[in-house]
DNA sequence: CCTTCATTTCGGCAAACGCCGAAATATACA
DNA sequence: TGTATATTTCGGCGTTTGCCGAAATGAAGG
C-alpha cells in the first residue's frame, strides 16, 4: 500500500478525525482522550497508534502520562498539507469538533484518572 | 459519519487514488479504467460510485460509454483542497500513478471493449 | 422490436476494521 | 521491593470493505 493511503485511512475514521481536533486545543493524555470520545482505553490506544504510525501525532512520556502531541513540524510534506486540512475550521467544522474542543478545556487529568 | 471522513474513506484505497490520478491525465470510461486495474468491472464500477459521492468525479453518458471526469469544479471547499492535494505530484508522486498515466495515453477503448 | 454491449446492481465470500475486556507492560512512589 | 496506576498488547467478536461472477439495466443500431 502506498505510504499516502495509509495517510488517508488514518483520517478515514471519526474518532480520529476528533482527536486531532482535539489535539489542536493542547496535547492529551490517552484518559484525557478516552473521556471526550467515550470508547475504552484499549480502543483509543489503538486509534492513536494509528495516528503515530502515519506521522499526526507524536508522543512524550511525562510522569505517569504519555502526552500526545500534533506532530505539526513533521517534515512529510503531506502530512503536513493533510494536518493544515484537517486543521482549517472553514473547511472542516463540525459542531461535534466544538464540542469536543470544549470539553478540552474542562477536563482535568488528575480527576478523571481512576480507570 | 462527518462529511469530512466520508470523504477520507473514499481516498483510502489504492485503487480509488490511482483512478483519481488517471483520471487527472483524461477522462476515461469504465473498461478503459478496468484494463488499467486490472480488476472486474463491477469492483471498477462500484470504486468510481464512492468516488462520486464524495464529489470528486462526476460522469457524463456519451454514446456507448460513460465517462468519469474528475469533478474540478465542485464547490465544496474541502473536495476542491483534497482533489488538489492529490493531483499535486510533489506530494502524491508514486512510481503506479506515472505508469498508470502512460497507459492512460496508450489505451484506446474501441480496442478493448470486449468484456 | 430485438440484439448488442457498456455499465450498474445484487449476492456472497474472505479480509480488514473498530470495538471490547483481560492480561501484560511500564513507571512512579511508598 | 511492592503496590498503584497509566498505557499497550492480545484474543475475540460483529460490521464494513473490497472483490468476484451473474443478473439486471439502459442506450444504440440493425
Known sequence: ???MV????ALADPSRVRILKMLQVRPLCVCEIREIL???????SQHLAILR????????????????YL?????DKAV????????????FGDE???LDADRV???????????
Open 6 to 9: 495509509k495517510l488517508f485511512k
Open 53 to 68: 504510525d502515519a506521522g499526526f501525532i507524536y508522543d512524550v512520556k511525562e510522569n505517569k502520562w504519555v502526552n500526545y
Open 80 to 91: 503536513q498539507a493533510l494536518l493544515q486540512l484537517v486543521q482549517d475550521p472553514a473547511l
Open 105 to 115: 478545556h474542562r477536563v482535568d487529568r488528575n480527576q478523571l484518572c481512576r480507570l
Open 96 to 98: 461535534i469538533h466544538r
Open 38 to 44: 467515550d470508547l475504552a482505553v484499549s480502543t483509543v
Open 71 to 75: 506532530h505539526r513540524q513533521n517534515q
Open 1 to 3: 500500500m502506498t505510504d
